[in-house]
């Protein structure tokens, strides 16, 4: 055994469902608590909610509630203070605050009056997909070298019989501006009756309310078929619409739908919702129901999750109309050219909803973001956002609390246990009377890890003298607050009980506190709030074969009147999580955010190339990238003295004639035979969070260094290199100068770095069509583009001005032996065969392809992402499935990929380098 420690807005009435409702800012404010915003002249500011860590406050507004909106989220139909109009939203105008989005009137142009009276409208493209909306003429003509662009529509609403019609259309856009908007005056009965229809943005799925239950159509030639309940979509699965399988097309489908503690719903019968939005492409469902607003999604298991945040900041809430804008790390990502939004784009997937709820004859509306990550993840044994379980027949049960790790570990609670009393840590929590708790029911996910575990929460003491367990997962871990402290326990078959107490708590606050033991290591760590408090060392060793079972969270006892203990964000991990996991727990990031220079800094001390966003470089504080630094940094770069033999430099397998790479399938080792992947470039490395293949260096200066001491690239040891440098005056003069001492290692790795960020590319043919030159792409290039952010699905990892997400991704496309970030990343599932993305930026020069040069060619690229995935590879990336790419279309999509080449794409470099003494 180890032992260690809203503002309101009134309606306006009009023939308009909405009428004119205001469109709150979402800006977190400094508060605290119980206590109003920052605003001092805003006497009814809502309190926060937990600990202001979340999008959980609203201030300001805005005159207008969008309806629908284009699959870019770039054009709404919205009632604008009482007023159908079609208005473009311009993102670049959205401004980021601390923790969260200011919606400014910059944001929405004036927009044009919508031609004809709507009622609810659904919005979905009509035209074929990958070219939507496309250069036009004023007119919405196609023109390859128009300054507009056009957006074919399809308009489904319900009229006031109650009947779905269709309307065709366009929209005419140019430079954040509505020109004009038509569509048929007269719609198209679709023979099918329902109420608040909705899309995906191929027009292909149809879900919509009768009833107060959702039902579906799917889209058969001019029209749609017939109506089915929502339940019975996974039946439809291998149906095959334009050359793919539904369930491929609309992931949705891919199975049976669940409640909340993972009971299939019986195909055809009813799932009680209202107001569903569908997302782009199919993934997931919004809806309301009674309590609020929840989701049913391929991320969630296929099952109904409630949400938790301020979007469900309490069940009392009326019901609400929410409008999914896209899922981040999908084509249908909103603004993904503006740069840094959505402020939690680093928590893939996310769903960015705009919602309208509301109460006392007013509406309240606001921004979310829902994330995904629970279930993304897939080691979580459970995850507790501390919000009731949903069921199909629209009730939540308020005796048992969802999990939304996909594996349906709904937690009971005890009598004297109940949500919502008071805010939590993030949206709803869970209260605890003295002795009472909650329990997991033993499962095949609840037995004990082989070698590691994690346990958080967010804790709140509500009694002076609460005492008692917190936690207990039998034969593995158990958290408890006795003698004035919280004590842990962690149980291994080969330890000695060592004791450790950690501080008291502090009641009334929410403190987040986690635990996190290695069986590898020994070692066990804790937590409070993010920050690492204690690292003991035990002996080695995993956990008894056959322990685990039913987990019990609570029981603790104390003396307050009501609640003693509030409970948020519960989880439980068969894995060992350290600080950037455990960091991301306590502050709802996925990484942990180490100091990094200003977006100013880097816009007065780097010249960027057109097409580089400075919000995209990463530079650390203490960083130097000015001229002497890279001077010093290009001569070690191009210095074969720093390898073993003399005759290998960074340059030798990063070569500036190729792009900075080799052209070889897999790099070449000191003695001549191969290394197991290929050679990267090193163009705009400035914007990359992580490096190598398998992301294992965090930082430039890390990486630079890596590839001199390996034993089978250029060889040399630590001593080695300190000796050679300091031999050469030159070397510690300019050391000297710029980092005012002698050599070392790290200054090494610092000069190496400074040299690397200055190495950047942009301003192809593509850069300069973005930028408003509509001649610099030819017409394959232009549908090649429309192509890359849409049917293609290419910009769901290559995305950002680098065109690469900086995540690791596991294809699915070969049969190899390479286990990528497998190892680097503690062993985890998730990240087996799993590979960083690279940038697609001058690729025409830099094949062969993938990280063990798989690919000769940019047209065998293309083609292996058109098949998917082998059937039987495992942990695939879900973004990765067959496209149905015709011939003509992977043409035009390898033209663009061209058209992504810089002028400096290969380059010449004549470094002097210096005498050695």
């Known amino acids: 055994m180890v032992r260690a420690n809203s503002p309101k807005s009134p309606i306006s009435k009009s023939k308009t469902p909405l009428g004119a409702v205001v469109l ?105 997909e990958g070219h939507n909306p496309f250069p036009s003429d004023a007119e919405g003509a196609l023109d390859y070298r128009g300054a507009h662009l056009t957006y074919d529509l399809m308009l489904v609403e319900s009229n006031e019989a109650g009947q779905l ?118 993934t997931s469902v919004f809806f309301e129901a009674d309590g609020g607003t929840r989701v049913l999604s391929e991320r969630s298991g296929f099952g109904i999750r409630q949400l938790d945040g301020h979007i469900n900041a309490s069940t009392d809430d009326a019901p609400a109309f929410h409008l999914s804008l896209g899922r981040s790390g999908s084509p249908y990502a909103p603004y993904p050219r503006a740069h840094r939004l959505p402020v939690r784009e680093h928590r893939l997937p996310t769903v960015s909803l705009l919602g309208f709820t509301e109460r006392d004859g007013a509406f309240e509306s606001s921004y979310d973001e829902i994330d995904f990550v629970a279930f993304s993840d897939e080691d979580y044994v459970a995850y507790l956002p501390m919000t009731e379980a949903a069921a199909a027949d629209g009730t939540l049960d308020d005796r048992r609390a969802g999990d939304i790790s996909g594996r349906f570990n709904t937690a009971v609670l005890d009598e004297g246990a109940s949500f919502g009393a008071l805010p939590g840590a993030h949206g709803q929590a869970a209260f605890l009377s003295s002795g009472a708790g909650m329990t997991i029911a ?20 509500m009694a002076d003298d609460l005492g008692g367990p917190l936690f207990d997962w039998p034969g593995v871990a158990s958290i408890d607050i006795e003698d004035g402290g919280v004590v842990v326990r962690a149980v291994t078959s080969e330890s000695e009980p060592v004791s450790s107490v950690h501080p008291t708590l502090p009641r009334d606050a929410w403190t987040h506190f986690a635990v996190s033991y290695d069986g590898n290591s020994g070692r066990l760590r804790v937590f409070v709030d993010g920050e690492r408090i204690s690292d003991d060392q035990f002996t080695r060793g995993g956990f008894a074969e056959g322990d685990g079972g039913a987990i019990t969270i609570g029981r603790a006892t104390g003396s307050a009147d009501g609640p003693v203990l509030g409970l948020d964000e519960v989880t439980v991990s068969g894995v060992v999580r350290f600080d ?17 220079a200003s977006v100013e800094r880097i816009e007065q001390e780097v010249d960027l190339p057109l097409g580089l966003a400075a919000e995209q470089y990463v530079m650390p504080n203490f960083a130097n990238v000015g001229e002497p630094a890279v001077e010093l940094g290009m001569m070690l770069f191009f210095d074969p003295r720093l390898s073993a033999n003399g005759e290998i430099s960074c340059a030798t397998c990063h070569d500036p004639a190729l792009a900075f790479t080799d052209g070889r399938a897999v790099g070449a080792a000191i003695d001549g035979s191969n290394l197991n992947r290929g050679t990267p470039t090193i163009f705009n490395r400035a914007l990359s969070t992580m490096q190598f293949w398998d992301g294992r260096a965090p930082s430039l200066e890390q990486q630079s260094v890596m590839p001199i001491f390996n034993a089978v690239e250029m060889g040399l040891t630590r001593q080695e290199l300190i000796e050679y440098l300091v031999s050469v005056p030159e070397y510690v003069d300019r050391f000297n100068d710029v980092f005012g001492r002698d ?26 069509y973005e930028a408003g030159d509509l001649g610099a792409l ?40 390479d286990f990528g970030a497998f190892f680097n990343n503690r062993g985890r599932d998730r990240f087996f065969q799993a590979f960083k993305t690279p940038t697609l930026r001058n690729i025409d020069v830099t094949g062969p392809y993938f990280h063990n040069g798989e690919a000769q060619t940019l047209e065998e690229v293309v083609a292996l992402y058109n098949a998917g995935a082998l059937t039987d590879a495992q942990n695939v990336d879900p973004e990765l499935r067959p496209l149905g790419l015709s011939a003509d279309e992977q043409a035009d999509l390898v033209a663009f990929l061209r058209a992504l080449t810089s002028p400096n794409a290969t380059q010449e470099f004549d470094v002097d380098l210096p005498e050695v003494e």
């Not at 023979?191 to 009768?210: K, Y």
């Not at 699965?237 to 489908?253: E, Q």
């Not at 950037?580 to 100091?595: D, K, T």
């Open 165 to 282: 019609v269709r309307r065709s259309g366009s929209i005419v856009t140019t430079g954040g501006e509505v020109v004009s908007a038509r569509w048929d005056e007269e719609p198209t009965n679709l023979q099918l009756e329902g109420n608040d229809p909705t899309l995906t943005a191929d027009g292909g799925l149809l879900i919509f309310e009768r009833d107060e239950t959702l039902w579906f159509a799917l889209a058969d030639g001019e029209g749609f078929g017939e109506a089915t309940p929502l339940s019975s979509l996974h039946l439809h699965a291998g149906d095959v619409v334009r050359g793919l399988a539904l369930s491929t097309r609309y992931p949705l489908a891919g199975d049976a739908l669940r409640a909340a503690d993972g009971t299939r719903i019986e195909a055809g019968s009813p799932i009680v919702g209202r107001r569903p939005s569908l997302g782009q492409d199919g």
């Open 24 to 128: 709150g800012l979402v800006a977190l404010t400094g508060c605290s608590d119980d206590s109003a915003g920052d605003d001092p002249g805003q006497d009814d500011a809502p309190v926060c909610i937990g600990k202001c860590d979340g999008f959980d406050s609203i201030t300001g507004a805005l005159p207008l509630a969008p309806h629908a909106a284009t699959w870019d989220g770039r054009v709404l139909l919205a009632d604008v203070q009482g007023e159908c109009r079609v208005v473009a939203v311009r993102p670049e105008a959205i401004e980021i605050r601390e923790g969260g989005l200011s919606f400014g009137p910059e944001v929405f142009s004036d927009g044009v009056p919508c031609p004809t009276g709507l009622g609810r409208p659904a919005l979905a493209m009509a035209a074929p």
């Open 580 to 596: 950037e996991a455990v960091y991301a727990e306590a502050h709802q990031e996925e990484f942990f955010r180490r100091p990094i």
């Open 778 to 817: 030819t017409e394959a290039e232009q549908r090649g583009r429309a192509l890359f952010n849409g049917k293609a699905r290419c910009v769901s990892c290559h995305s950002g001005s680098n065109y690469s997400d900086e995540k690791l991704h596991a294809l699915g496309i070969f049969d190899h032996n």
């Open 442 to 461: 033993a499962s095949d996910s609840t037995v004990a890890p082989l070698r590691g575990f994690n346990v958080s929460m967010f804790v709140r003491p």
């Open 743 to 768: 050599p070392s290692v790290s200054t090494t790795g610092f000069a190496l770095a400074a040299f690397q960020r200055s190495q950047l590319t942009g301003d192809s043919p593509v850069d300069r």
